[in-house]
């Protein structure tokens, strides 16, 4: 059974870096839809200076300087360029769709999650990690990567409450920085083995 994330987030720790969100669908089209209106929305903004489609990803420029914007791009300055020297009065935002095959999950009852890297803007690992492999996992990369001078107790007693009580669980660390995002199971199901309804 496969499903299709829709994961929107600012790029990288731009202000707003803590507000990525994720929507499911049943099918792409549905998934696709979903992204083209929100950047039917995007080209109407007159903050929205540029939608870039990369490979897997779009990225959507957002700036209240787009006056300054206009008068540089392209005539004086390359886009990244531009971004790299106002760094603080642009929002760079990502959205892609992540197919996701649940279909070797069929029998378990147990919740899988979807991870997005805040930092890289990516998914943050290759498989979907049911709740206890979740807390594992960040609880012993956060103790990796915490400085020495960092206290993640406190955000990672926040972030297992969230895998077990709510949908979205996130963590900031130091340098680790992450969103897990609970996958829906079927309707009246306790298991992914039957197909998702929307």
Request: aromatic share 14%.
């Amino acid at each position: 059974m496969k499903q299709y994330a829709v994961i929107h987030a600012v790029a990288g720790l731009f202000e707003g870096y803590s507000d990525t969100t994720c929507e499911f669908f049943p099918k792409r089209g549905f998934a696709e839809k979903h992204i083209k209106q929100i950047l039917d929305g995007y080209r109407v903004d007159e903050m929205c200076v540029n939608i870039d489609h990369r490979e897997d990803d779009i990225y959507v420029t957002l700036t209240r300087d787009y006056e300054d914007y206009h008068a540089c791009v392209p005539s004086d300055m390359e886009h990244d360029d531009w971004v790299a020297d106002n760094y603080d009065d642009v929002s760079v935002e990502v959205l892609r769709i992540i197919e996701l095959d649940m279909s070797n999950r069929s029998d378990s009852t147990e919740s899988c999650w979807l991870t997005w890297d805040q930092q890289d803007a990516t998914q943050a690992w290759d498989y979907f990690p049911l709740c206890m492999s979740l807390v594992a996992r960040v609880s012993s990369d956060v103790m990796d990567n915490a400085g020495p001078y960092s206290d993640p107790l406190y955000q990672l007693t926040e972030f297992i409450s969230s895998v077990y009580y709510r949908k979205h669980a996130f963590i900031d660390v130091d340098d680790y920085v992450m969103h897990a995002f609970r996958i829906p199971k079927p309707k009246n199901s306790d298991s992914y083995d039957e197909e998702t309804t929307a």
